[in-house]
């Protein structure tokens, strides 16, 4: 047995090898592709500190990177060792917004209401250039469905700037999250950052935020991660179709689990385990079974259940959120529940 002064020298060596990587990419990409140049490369335990753009491309100082909207991508980070069948282990240490404009999509999409409902929308008229984004260059073209918000930054909030409502004031606390985060799926498909895979994806999950860890499959070798579509705060679904699109710092050390065979992505945090399933264009259902399926496993491989107590615990115990309307379903069981042994 080592004695405890070798293990904390072991410990504090181990941790004077792990490095900081500070990007901010000269290039975001649309796809996950692991074919995009390499931002930095990683070894297991080694931090990234970094800013995404939002959904539009515009980076923190108001300066739009990319050309097209779609949620362009910060990375790919490459992670020594990894490889397929094992995960990444994305701890989100720091989520934090980084400048005081948004804006978002002003009504509820199709895939939420019904359809006599849709049709029944009336679109604002189209905004002056100078009041629909963060100042006179910040604007989509050809968009007539964009309202802007007011981010506080001391205070934490998000308001809409404009319409007012006489009804009610519409500001919210700020909840910084992730709307992308993934790797390359298997094989050489390069899916765009709107969609959703076993890899990852635009799963726009607010649960993808600060405090949170992410377990994410690996297809290649070196994984290629990537994140990005920034939201200040958004609800369960994404309903209109965005959250309070903007620009994040963040701040997160990554990890490496050796075979770990997963078939989704897991997240982990204070109180929940959470198995997402991901299935776009399908109906929600079936993204239901994914996650569900992975959490019946999680706890009869990890934590030992009987395959029917772990059946008993998700009919008894499980939370469902709709993490995005457009196809992802998120499992979530209280790590409370797993404390009580007998």
Not at 259 to 270: C, P, Q
Request: glycine share 10%; net charge negative; with cysteine.
């Amino acid at each position: 047995m080592l004695h405890r002064s070798v293990l904390l020298l072991l410990g504090c060596f181990a941790l004077a090898q792990a490095e900081e990587h500070r990007v901010i990419n000269e290039r975001n990409h649309h796809t996950f592709d692991r074919h995009h140049p390499v931002e930095a490369r990683l070894r297991p335990g080694d931090r990234i500190i970094t800013k995404t753009v939002d959904s539009a491309g515009w980076d923190f100082q108001g300066v739009r990177r990319t050309k097209t909207h779609g949620n362009p991508l910060t990375g790919p980070f490459y992670v020594e060792g990894a490889e397929p069948g094992d995960a990444l282990e994305v701890k989100l240490e720091r989520v934090r917004l980084n400048r005081e404009w948004g804006y978002t999509a002003t009504y509820i999409g199709r895939g939420a209401l019904t359809d006599a409902a849709a049709e029944a929308r009336t679109l604002p008229p189209l905004y002056e250039k100078a009041q629909i984004l963060g100042g006179p260059d910040n604007f989509l073209e050809g968009r007539t469905d964009l309202v802007p918000w007011v981010i506080d930054l001391e205070r934490n909030t998000v308001r809409m700037r404009e319409p007012a409502s006489q009804k009610i004031k519409i500001e919210f606390t700020a909840q910084p999250m992730l709307g992308c985060i993934g790797v390359p799926p298997a094989g050489d498909e390069a899916p765009r950052s709107g969609p959703t895979g076993e890899w990852g994806g635009n799963m726009d999950y607010k649960e993808i935020r600060e405090g949170a860890t992410v377990y994410i499959p690996v297809y290649h070798e070196g994984g290629y991660l990537m994140f990005g579509d920034g939201h200040a705060v958004q609800g369960d679904g994404e309903a209109v179709g965005s959250g309070v699109e903007t620009s994040l710092d963040v701040e997160a050390t990554v990890g490496l689990r050796k075979n770990a065979n997963l078939t989704t992505l897991r997240v982990v945090n204070d109180e929940y385990l959470i198995s997402i399933g991901n299935k776009s264009g399908a109906p929600l259902n079936e993204a239901l079974k994914i996650a569900t399926t992975d959490m019946a496993r999680w706890l009869e491989e990890e934590y030992g259940l009987e395959t029917w107590a772990a059946h008993q615990l998700i009919g008894f115990q499980a939370e469902y959120d709709v993490a995005a309307i457009a196809g992802t379903i998120a499992c979530k069981i209280p790590r409370a529940a797993l404390r009580n042994r007998p």
